[in-house]
Nanobody
Framework: RLVESGGGLVQPGGSLTLSCVGS????????MSWVRQAPGKGPEWVAH????????YYNDLVKGRFTISRDNTKNTLTLQMTNLKPEDTAVYHC????????????WGQGTQVTVSS
């Protein structure tokens, strides 16, 4: 399973770093993504990294503000978030797969990020 941590309440313009640890399987075997879901909305792909970590892709809404990274030796996926905006408020899930939106993709339980003054 996947276990996320690092969420919380932050003011607009602030920063947070989310972590995701794989338990029971090696995340190095998968492309990995972060997906978020705001209240009352459907899931939204945020970022994706290839198995090696050399290729990274971002939703235009977060490009230049968020950075996805992975350490396969520690079985960990990370999302560094800067210049946070109220519209970034959501539950953030790490997921297997390139988008996290396929039926076969596996999500963690999620961590809440709230951006508010």
């Amino acid at each position: 399973r996947l276990v996320e941590s690092g969420g919380g309440l932050v003011q607009p313009g602030g920063s947070l770093t989310l972590s995701c640890v794989g338990s029971g399987f090696s995340i190095g075997s998968y492309d990995m993504s972060w997906v978020r879901q705001a209240p009352g909305k459907g899931p939204e792909w945020v970022a994706h990294t290839s198995r090696s970590g050399l290729s990274k892709y971002y939703n235009d809404l977060v490009k230049g503000r968020f950075t996805i990274s992975r350490d396969n030796t520690k079985n960990t996926l990370t999302l560094q978030m800067t210049n946070l905006k109220p519209e970034d408020t959501a539950v953030y899930h790490c997921s297997t797969g390139r988008t996290g939106l396929a039926d076969s993709d596996v999500w963690g339980q999620g961590t809440q990020v709230t951006v508010s003054s």
